[in-house]
């Protein structure tokens, strides 16, 4: 079995396998815990409840008015390297062809040109996301191993991806083996560190704003 | 009854064997243990983006990472996804987290109570939407049994609840009350049964403004409203929430319960307190472990609803520009935004909001227990210098605030910076711009 087959093959498989099974364990793991029940009388009425939750998941895509002096760059900085990535990984036509043969649905994609373009930029940003990781003084001492290695990770990506496309340093069936790889490898950890953020992200803003909205507070 | 005086500053020292090793990891198990799924869900959902730092009045002053919000509870982070996450068997097999030390967690003291009001400012810059403030507000319990709540609070919270009153006082508040009635020519409400609202008073306000406690009496006689006052549950604050003490805070919220219900109250009202609606308004009853059979409201809703239904009228206040400080556990935590704003406006105030107000309002500093901690006092000030260029920065002449912690916060400011304004109270105002009452 050469490198390619081993990559999309049975690499894959397992990838995905471990990837369904962590990511499922993970939510698994907490939601299985203790559920409070909050005996307090709400001052909202469960339409405000359920409104408050689908607000904040909105309102918490870009700071307050109050905020975005302190964090407005370092929110748009970290936004434009998720867009990136986004548009690369739905809008490349090979990847709309894989993800078509895994969903059995495709879509229109975006020119090849124009994905080179939005990767050189993505990976500039997240050079940039790195820089200000290592310097800024509260990020760097928030961060561990899974900060660095997710990064990194993400990063093999996209630079051998953009290799594959590029043709550059080997040959094509090489780097798009090596580009699968590192897919498989970020599958593989996805679900055990700080990537499980993008089953996250939502559900927390919406069950944090819909608690905050219950009391009537500020979310 | 009222407390007898010989309780009253009883020793309260707690009989404990342990060492401190032991006592840790029996508090940082327990965390883990009952850390429940809202919690480990928000602590799971954490991307290390620090942008939380950025919100928080002591990071802004000091730009010292360690006072970053979600950091203050990194120990607590560790304990759940060493003993409680999916992959916790994974971490203690690889050791890739390991047990949270006793001398980790004594750092931690300074981080969880000196320089956190528990303020919830942090809660609304989250891009994940984590409310920061809920799980320090767990990380102190977990202090607590660690034998790590600040002795201020501690000592203060232990007196509480053995008590009703969370320090010794000359004389006993109950005769106090009475005292402060005859001073300011109020009857004062006491041990009736069978009310509409029980009150209850903020021991700063017996202890540092009286006016207060008679200007609230004199309100309620204002506008004939059935209530009283209960000699077995006066205090409103609850020092057991401040120093991290569930089972205590239970107990000191119960007092009032009991008596709430002993008097047939159907409204529990709270002072001009914000830490004391707070653990009265949205804690109780999850500790009293059912549905509190009447409602509790914070002094100005209550008097804002008085106000929109025509039983309250108010005359203007010739005070000029003046500026409302938001009181944080009431306003941001609390959702009680409009109601001083409603009253202020029934008066005629000018007001001159802060650069930051409302739900976004700076704390005033010394919330969450924090005014109580002698050695925080320093950074303390630090951080009120941002919050007093704020409102100097309104040009306003008054400055009024419905907190008796905010406001004792700021009294001490005037001291220390030799600052020339003098926060007032809001109910105090109201009780003397009353219509028909003939002042």
């Given amino acids: 079995m050469d490198l390619l087959s081993l990559a999309r093959g049975p690499a894959l498989k397992v990838a ?16 299985l815990l203790r559920v409070h029940r909050d005996l307090n009388k709400p001052r909202a009425s469960i339409a405000k409840f359920l409104a408050g939750g689908l607000i ?3 309102s918490r895509s870009w700071p307050h008015q109050e905020f975005i002096g302190r964090t407005g760059a370092g929110e748009a900085l970290g936004y434009s390297y998720h867009l990136g990535l986004f548009a690369v990984v739905l809008l490349f036509g090979p990847h709309i062809a894989f993800l078509g043969s895994l969903f059995g649905v495709t879509w229109p994609g975006l020119p090849s040109s124009l994905i080179t373009v939005i990767s050189v930029l993505t990976l500039t940003l997240f050079l940039a996301v790195l820089f200000r990781r290592v310097t800024n003084p509260v990020m760097r001492m928030l961060s561990n191993f899974d900060d660095y290695f997710s990064w990194f990770i993400t990063m093999l990506v996209i630079v051998t991806g953009l290799a594959a496309t590029a043709h550059i340093g080997a040959p094509y069936q090489t780097l798009l083996a090596l580009h699968i790889l590192s897919v498989d490898v970020l599958l593989l950890w996805f679900p055990f560190g700080k990537l499980m953020h993008a089953f996250y992200i939502f559900p927390s803003r919406a ?4 608690i905050l909205a219950r009391k009537g507070a500020t979310s | 009854m009222s407390t007898p005086a010989g309780i009253v500053g009883a020793n309260l020292a707690p009989a404990e064997n342990r060492s401190p090793e032991a006592r840790v990891a029996g508090a940082m198990s327990g965390f883990a243990r ?14 290390h983006c620090g942008i939380c730092a950025d919100a928080c009045h002591f990071y802004i002053a000091t730009e010292d990472p360690q006072y970053t919000p979600i950091w203050k509870v990194e120990p607590f982070k560790q304990a759940y996804k060493r003993e409680a996450s999916a992959f916790a068997p994974l971490f203690r097999l690889l050791g890739l987290k390991r047990e949270v030390t006793a001398d980790q967690l004594a750092q931690w003291q300074h981080l969880l109570f000196d320089s956190c009001n528990m303020c919830g400012r942090c809660s609304l810059i989250c891009p994940m939407g984590i409310d920061v403030a809920a799980l320090i507000e767990q990380a102190r319990h977990a202090m607590f049994e660690a034998g790590l709540a600040p002795k201020e609070l501690y000592q203060k919270a232990a007196h509480q609840q053995l008590t009703g ?10 005769e106090r009350l009475l005292a402060i009635g005859a001073q300011f020519g109020v009857d004062i409400p006491l041990d009736k049964p069978d009310v509409e609202l029980m009150l209850c008073v903020p021991r700063t306000d017996i202890e540092h403004y009286p006016a207060a406690v008679a200007a ?6 204002h506008l004939g409203v059935s209530c009283t006052f209960r000699s077995d549950g006066l205090v409103a604050e609850n020092y057991g929430y401040y120093a991290g003490g569930k089972a205590w805070q239970r107990e000191i ?8 219900i002993a008097c047939k109250a159907r409204v529990l009202l709270v002072p001009e307190c914000g830490h004391a609606y707070a653990a009265l308004r949205w804690e109780a009853a999850d500790l009293y472990g059912k549905p509190l059979p009447f409602r509790v409201l914070q002094v100005t809703e209550f008097l804002a609803d008085q106000l929109h239904a025509g039983r309250l009228k108010l005359r203007a206040a010739a005070l000029g520009a003046t500026t409302f400080q938001d009181p944080c556990e009431s306003v941001r935590k609390g959702g009680i935004n409009d109601a001083p704003r409603a009253l202020m406006k029934a008066m005629g105030i000018e007001l001159h909001e802060m650069k930051n107000h409302g739900g976004f309002s700076f704390c005033c500093g010394g919330g969450g227990g924090v005014l109580d901690i002698e050695r925080a006092a320093p950074l303390r000030h630090r951080t009120m210098e941002n919050k007093l260029r704020e409102i100097d920065d309104t040009g306003a002449k008054t400055f009024l605030t419905s907190c008796s912690d905010c406001r004792r916060t700021f009294d001490d400011a005037q001291a220390h910076f030799d600052w020339q304004k ?4 809001l109910l105090e105002l109201i009780a003397d711009n009353l219509v028909g009452a003939g002042a």
Avoid: H, K
């Fill in chain 2, 165 to 174: 009153q969370p320090e010794s006082s000359a004389e006993p508040y109950r």
């Fill in chain 2, 422 to 425: 003098t926060p007032q109270s």
């Fill in chain 2, 216 to 221: 609230l009496a004199r309100v309620m006689q």
């Fill in chain 1, 16 to 31: 995905l396998v471990v990837f369904c099974l962590g990511v499922t364990w993970r939510i698994v793991g907490f939601t």
């Fill in chain 1, 207 to 210: 069950i944090n704003g819909a």
């Fill in chain 2, 253 to 260: 919220s119960r007092r009032l319960i009991d008596q709430a």
């Fill in chain 1, 56 to 58: 904040t998941v909105g």
């Fill in chain 2, 34 to 47: 009952e850390i429940g799924a809202l919690s480990a869900f928000r602590l799971e959902s954490c991307i």
